[in-house]
């Protein structure tokens, strides 16, 4: 049986998982101006993969005996990952405030890591998230001009 942190930490990736895709989907309908084409494709590719990657963390929340919780409630008071404001935003400042949103989420998932040493299931699992939140911030902090 896993220790009592690995429900809470898998939980906290979940909410910030969950509340990262819903900001992408937000600024996906609402990106203008230059690059707005691409920057509208990539972000629904942000979308896929985040949304996969909360729902096996959720998976394994409820496999370690854990009770996954999205509701928009439990997201909105628990996310640590910044809101973006309503309206028509340009695609380069999507592009580095998401750069942004995605490595700190990323960060905060890492930090933990350590915490879960004696639960190799769900830290291989969360350092696949990292890995893969790494590469979509790179991703998108190559389009920000040096």
């Given at each position: 049986?896993?220790?009592?942190?690995?429900?809470?930490?898998?939980?906290?990736?979940?909410?910030?998982?969950?509340?990262?895709?819903?900001?992408?989907?937000?600024?996906?309908?609402?990106?203008?101006?230059?690059?707005?084409?691409?920057?509208?494709?990539?972000?629904?590719?942000?979308?896929?993969?985040?949304?996969?990657?909360?729902?096996?963390v959720a998976?394994?929340?409820?496999a370690v005996?854990?009770?996954?919780?999205?509701?928009?409630?439990?997201?909105?008071?628990?996310?640590?990952?910044?809101?973006?404001?309503?309206?028509?935003?340009?695609a380069p400042?999507?592009?580095?405030?998401?750069?942004?949103?995605?490595?700190?989420?990323?960060?905060?998932?890492?930090?933990?890591?350590?915490?879960?040493?004696?639960?190799?299931?769900?830290?291989?699992?969360?350092?696949?998230?990292?890995?893969?939140?790494?590469?979509?911030?790179?991703?998108?902090?190559?389009?920000?001009?040096?």
């Open positions: 049986m896993p220790a009592p942190q690995t429900n809470a930490i898998l939980q906290a990736a979940l909410v910030d998982l969950i509340d990262l895709s819903l900001l992408a989907k937000q600024a996906h309908w609402n990106v203008r101006g230059t690059n707005f084409r691409s920057v509208h494709l990539e972000l629904d590719e942000v979308i896929d993969q985040v949304r996969v990657n909360s729902d096996d998976e394994r929340l409820a005996g854990g009770s996954p919780d999205g509701r928009a409630a439990t997201v909105a008071a628990t996310t640590n990952v910044p809101t973006i404001e309503p309206g028509p935003v340009a400042v999507v592009v580095s405030e998401f750069a942004k949103r995605i490595w700190e989420a990323s960060r905060r998932i890492e930090e933990k890591l350590t915490e879960l040493d004696t639960d190799m299931p769900s830290q291989d699992l969360l350092i696949e998230v990292v890995a893969g939140l790494d590469k979509a911030a790179w991703m998108l902090r190559s389009q920000i001009e040096p």
